[in-house]
């Protein structure tokens, strides 16, 4: 993958898969290889339904948990 997708759904699918595959072991990590922020693509993820889960590594859908 030469870039992060911007489409929110893909985006959220390619991270997950990404750390899930072990390619990364962070979500700052694998946001500093693609030239973006950690907490710039978390916001953007907010705004489009998806919340960031530190104890599963993977975004997830807003309200999923509750």
């Not at 870039?3 to 959220?12: E, G, H």
């Not at 694998?30 to 030239?35: E, I, M, Y």
Request: glycine fraction near 6%; charge should be negative; hydrophobic fraction near 35%.
């Amino acid at each position: 993958m030469e870039y992060l997708p911007q489409d929110p759904a893909i985006l959220v699918s390619s991270i997950n898969m990404l750390l899930r595959d072990g390619e990364f072991d962070s979500l700052d990590s694998l946001c500093t290889a693609f030239g973006r922020e950690a907490h710039q693509v978390e916001h953007y993820l907010l705004q489009n339904g998806f919340v960031w889960s530190p104890e599963q590594m993977q975004f997830r859908p807003q309200g999923y948990d509750e």
